[in-house]
């Protein structure tokens, strides 16, 4: 179960109690029946002097499998990165604008990024799990969080939350290495929720797996959304379409002076009337296979 604990964002040293991002005492607004996990405001995102994306508003509701979709170099994995504060680990990355985070800002210089990314874990393109047993890939987060009570049990119930369990039980010693793509991949998604957090980014999280496996992920996503809030980049407009609840298209603008393209969020809506009966001429261009 994902955590609804009271921890801060914040460095121990720093913890200001008026900071509390627990969902139930912040009194969040909801929308169509759903509590907002994320209130993105004006993000833009530089790096160095070029401007990658610009000027994105977004509201993520809880429980819920939002789908960024777009053509290539649209700034969806940019502002996936955004929600977790993986761009600070690159070096020329600038973020401005407001990411809300039950209310809380998540660039705010107090708050803590290496908290942020325990409550808010992401799994990547490609399959990467560690040069370790299967065990010790799931135990790795946990031990580092310095995590209290028997960690068979917190081992066993990541697995189990990522559908793997059973295809593992009796390996559990064996190289994480040695397992399928498809299996890989779950693993980092154990990995990614072994930690207890409330947020899942997964960016392109099937793009190098075949149809079985790639339909296993699909259905482990709603299997688990009544636990996390999931967020997930994707070029495969089908799979959007198949999995998420709520979808936001993304495409990309000319800079005239630059000569360089810029991303911008076109809409964000239900999946089914982004598909069916989109708002803006471009994004219906898009998803009939007119562009991009």
Not at 196 to 210: H, W
Request: glycine share 8%; with cysteine; net charge negative.
């Amino acid at each position: 179960m994902a955590s609804t604990s009271t921890t801060k964002l914040t460095e121990p040293a720093t913890v200001d109690p008026n900071v509390d991002v627990t969902p139930e005492t912040r009194g969040r607004p909801e929308v169509s029946g759903r509590e907002v996990v994320f209130e993105v405001s004006d993000l833009s995102v530089y790096y160095g002097s070029f401007r990658a994306v610009r000027d994105v508003n977004i509201e993520i509701n809880r429980h819920e499998i939002t789908a960024f979709i777009g053509p290539s170099g649209c700034g969806k994995t940019t502002v996936l990165r955004c929600l977790n504060r993986m761009n600070d680990l690159i070096e020329i990355a600038r973020v401005e604008g407001r990411v809300g985070y039950h209310g809380v800002d998540l660039y705010d210089r107090e708050v803590n990024p290496v908290e942020v990314r325990r409550r808010i874990g992401m799994v990547f393109q490609k399959p990467n799990p560690f040069p370790k047993s299967i065990y010790d890939n799931v135990a790795y987060g946990p031990k580092i969080a310095g995590t209290k009570g028997n960690m068979d049990d917190v081992v066993e119930k990541a697995l189990r939350g990522a559908g793997l369990w059973d295809e593992v039980k009796s390996r559990l010693k064996a190289s994480g290495m040695s397992l399928s793509g498809g299996q890989q991949q779950r693993l980092c998604i154990a990995r990614a929720i072994a930690t207890d957090p409330e947020v899942l980014l997964m960016d392109e999280p099937c793009s190098a797996l075949d149809p079985i496996a790639t339909a296993r992920i699909e259905d482990l996503m709603q299997e688990i959304k009544d636990e996390y809030t999931i967020v997930i980049v994707t070029h495969n407009m089908q799979q959007a379409a198949r999995v998420s609840d709520r979808t936001a298209f993304f495409t990309t603008e000319v800079n005239p002076e630059s000569d360089t393209r810029t991303g911008l969020l076109v809409e964000a809506d239900s999946t089914d009337k982004m598909f069916s009966n989109p708002s803006d001429e471009r994004t219906e261009n898009y998803v009939t296979g007119r562009f991009g």
